[in-house]
């Protein structure tokens, strides 16, 4: 079922600018409550109270499209309410945000602790390069984040979906929602930052 949910990311488009990008910060069931970060602030403002939106809400298990529109203009704190729509059909093919992001991380394997170092995140996988190659895709890991960026210690699984020369990728397989959203949030304040 592909329900809105806090913390899940939240693409908008309309005429007057091409994308604005953001997380859930609370969900009603017929509105939902959106943080965006200052990158987008111009585009939020050019938002007025009835303006039609299309929205794309990115759930755990794809894709919600909806015509939505402005319920509250936005607000000096960052924060814009829209209309919590019927989703118009589904979209399997799951897409987050991904932040191009070094970090160092473990990953156990087979009871073996290994070094890591992040290329890019989102909150469905992670491309890494580790101080070890004894990975081949399809192994299931499990990896723990100790970035202090996520307020956190994340320990979650993953599964090795490819390998390109020395980077691997891995998509996560059990992960709470929390720490989804975490990761999430994470990404947001990264491209926010980079600008």
């Not at 939902?32 to 939020?44: F, G, P, Q, V």
Request: aromatic share 12%.
């Amino acid at each position: 079922m592909l329900e809105a949910k806090r913390g899940q990311i939240v693409i908008i488009k309309c005429p007057k600018f091409p994308e604005l990008e953001g997380i859930i910060s609370a969900v009603e069931s017929d509105r939902l409550e959106i943080y965006y970060s200052k990158d987008y602030e111009s585009y939020a403002w050019a938002l007025s109270e009835g303006d039609e939106i299309f929205v794309k809400v990115h759930t755990q298990f794809g894709i919600k499209p909806m015509n939505s529109m402005v319920i509250c203009s936005p607000s000096g704190d960052g924060k814009l309410v829209i209309e919590n729509a019927k989703a118009l059909g589904i979209y399997q093919k799951r897409e987050f945000v991904r932040a191009a992001i070094d970090f160092r991380f473990f990953i156990k394997k087979d009871g073996q602790l290994i070094g890591a170092k992040s290329v890019d995140i989102s909150a469905g996988g992670v491309k890494f390069v580790p101080d070890e190659y004894i990975f081949a895709v399809n192994d299931f890991i499990e990896l723990k984040f100790l970035n202090e960026e996520f307020g956190k210690d994340i320990d979650f699984s993953a599964q090795i979906i490819n390998i390109f020369g020395d980077k691997i990728i891995a998509k996560y397989t059990e992960i709470s929602e929390f720490d989804r959203d975490k990761i999430a949030g994470f990404c947001l304040r990264v491209l926010s930052e980079k600008g």
